[in-house]
């Protein structure tokens, strides 16, 4: 499967953005999905994850209550809304597939990535 993400850029403290990640090449709803991020100097780190069908969310403790993982499987896209967005949040955002009905948040176990999109949060 490949991944195409997109939807970060700048925003202030507060601010909101929805970062996308359109899925080709495979059946999508065999995949679970996830987003991470990466801040500079630090480890890819899980932000969210969503099972297979949608109904299963997973959430870090840092973005619970602000952010929101979504799919829609007619549009093969993965969806995280980020409110209320604090200069911590500053990353680049990646999505990523594994293969099976619920998802992991480790990222060695995640066979398949995108690009990545910078999200920029000032303060």
């Known amino acids: 499967v490949q991944l195409q993400a997109s939807g970060g850029g700048s925003v202030q403290t507060g601010g909101s953005l929805r970062l996308s990640c359109v899925a080709s090449?495979?059946?999508?709803?065999?995949?679970?999905m996830g987003w991470f991020r990466q801040a500079p100097g630090k480890e890819r780190a899980f932000v969210a994850a969503?099972?297979?069908?949608?109904?299963?969310?997973y959430y870090a403790d840092s973005v619970k209550g602000r952010f929101t993982i979504s799919r829609d499987n007619d549009k093969n896209t993965v969806y995280l809304q980020m409110n209320s967005l604090k200069p911590e949040d500053t990353a680049v955002y990646y999505c990523a597939a594994v293969e099976g009905p619920e998802p992991t948040g480790w990222v060695h176990e995640y066979g398949y990535w995108g690009q990545g999109t910078q999200v920029t949060v000032s303060s």
């Open positions: 090449g495979s059946t999508f709803s065999d995949y679970s």
């Open positions: 969503v099972n297979w069908s949608g109904d299963g969310t």
